[in-house]
């Protein structure tokens, strides 16, 4: 069961980047470079995932098939955020005890027993925090770091560009009802 308990997803093989974020933000976000087309329709189809994609053809198939799908037509993290923002509701609060790995999807495991991960963290980092996360499935551990100053920063600027996202989606829905 997610922690988010809403919306997962299902990433194309061009947007790793993105499923990272998604899946630092908590949400369910399966991602492999390998996914065909076709494995991806089938994902969202028998998992009810969301299928987030850059690919236009590929959402179009995917709406047609009756599957919810986003496409992303932007490029940089921060405004693609705003766009899953705006188009499949994602939350966007950056929580490191909502996270789950990056990596793996799994959620992490919070650990204040220093002893159990200082064979994984630098010495330095082990001293400086009292918590820590851990991946249960590929054993990775992280901490609230200074990468998470940056990840709030990245978050609260897709915040700041979600309107300005949406004010252009519904300019172009308003040309294109346009009598002509
Ligand atoms: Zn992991």
């Not at 947007?15 to 369910?28: F, S, V």
């Not at 053809?57 to 992303?72: D, F, P, Q, T």
Request: charge should be positive; charged fraction near 35%.
């Amino acid at each position: 069961m997610s922690r988010r308990g809403e919306a997962r997803f299902v990433v194309d093989s061009m947007l790793g980047r993105l499923a990272k974020w998604l899946r630092l933000l908590g949400y369910d976000t399966l991602y492999s470079k390998n996914y065909e087309d076709w494995q991806l329709l089938k994902i969202a189809e028998k998992t009810g995932r969301i299928l987030v994609t850059r690919d236009r053809g590929l959402y179009w198939r995917a709406r047609k098939r009756g599957l919810n799908a986003v496409l992303i037509e932007t490029d940089d993290v921060a405004t693609r955020l705003a766009e899953l923002y705006v188009k499949a509701g994602i939350s966007l609060d950056a929580n490191p005890e909502r996270s789950r790995c990056p990596h793996c999807n799994s959620e992490l495991v919070v650990v204040r027993e220093k002893s159990l991960v200082k064979d994984r963290v630098p010495p330095e980092s082990l001293r400086a925090f009292d918590k820590f996360y851990l991946c249960p499935r590929c054993g990775k551990v992280y901490w609230e770091g200074s990468h998470w100053r940056n990840i709030r920063m990245v978050v609260d600027d897709a915040k700041e560009r979600a309107e300005m996202v949406r004010s252009a989606l519904e300019r172009r829905s308003r040309g294109r009802s346009k009598p002509s």
